[in-house]
């Protein structure tokens, strides 16, 4: 079974503290997503990657950074945590252009709170 | 900005009775699919269906598509309690970078 992991399932931050989510994924994906989900705004697109070393922003990269230094491996760096982004994060993962669709896979989620 | 739109927001029926969603999005599309959220958790794939498809089924899953009207719906046959969870809608821009919409709420009563 293709398991993406997130390394934590709760998190509560300061403000203006420098947040890292951490995802691995163990099925040699090209692709990795970072979503937040919010109350009635469903899944937004953070950034995704294609590629090691590969990023691009989605709809709201704004305050967020990323990492992809290994295949497995993509990390979610809030540089300076504000309370607006309390929020529940979700880490994905996919094949890379299959002609029959590129299902995603999704962790379990991180909740993080910042206060 | 997100591509799917889910309809409606929410939906409650009693076990045994059908459940539809409907899902609109905005662009061409190579295929859309459908995932299912449990609460607090994360999105499991239900069922993919390409652009040059109509229907798919898949258990008690029925999915249709409609590209002229950039539209799917997602059909539950015989509702069970345990059907209970969020389900959303999703397409690829270019194939890679998977937009959700905001899903639908379906509450299955025992």
């Known amino acids: 079974d293709v398991k993406v992991t997130q390394s934590s399932r709760y998190l509560v931050k300061r403000t203006g503290e420098k947040v890292f989510l951490e995802c691995v994924q163990d099925?040699?994906?090209?692709?990795m997503f970072w979503y937040r989900q919010d109350p009635g705004l469903g899944l937004r697109l953070i950034y995704f990657s294609y590629d090691v070393k590969m990023k691009e922003k989605g709809d709201i990269p704004e305050g967020y950074s990323v990492s992809r230094e290994k295949k497995e491996r993509f990390s979610l760096i809030l540089e300076s945590a504000s309370t607006n982004q309390t929020s529940m994060y979700l880490c994905?993962?996919?094949?890379?252009?299959?002609?029959?669709?590129?299902?995603?896979?999704f962790g379990e989620g991180s909740w993080l709170t910042v206060v | 900005s997100q591509q799917g739109e889910e309809d409606p927001q929410a939906l409650s029926i009693q076990e045994g009775e059908n459940a539809t969603m409907n899902c609109s999005y905005k662009?061409?599309?190579?295929?859309l699919q459908w995932y299912r959220q449990n609460s607090g958790r994360g999105l499991v794939h239900l069922i993919l269906?390409?652009?040059?498809?109509r229907e798919k089924h898949s258990g008690r899953l029925r999915v249709t598509l409609d590209t002229s009207k950039k539209s799917s719906s997602l059909l539950i046959t015989a509702s069970r309690a345990a059907d209970t969870a969020s389900y959303f809608c999703a397409t690829a821009l270019n194939n890679n970078d998977m937009r959700f919409g905001a899903g639908t709420r379906l509450t299955v009563k025992p």
């Open positions: 269906i390409r652009s040059n498809e």
């Open positions: 099925m040699d994906h090209e692709n």
């Open positions: 994905a993962s996919s094949f890379r252009d299959r002609i029959s669709g590129n299902t995603i896979y």
């Open positions: 662009t061409s599309i190579n295929n």
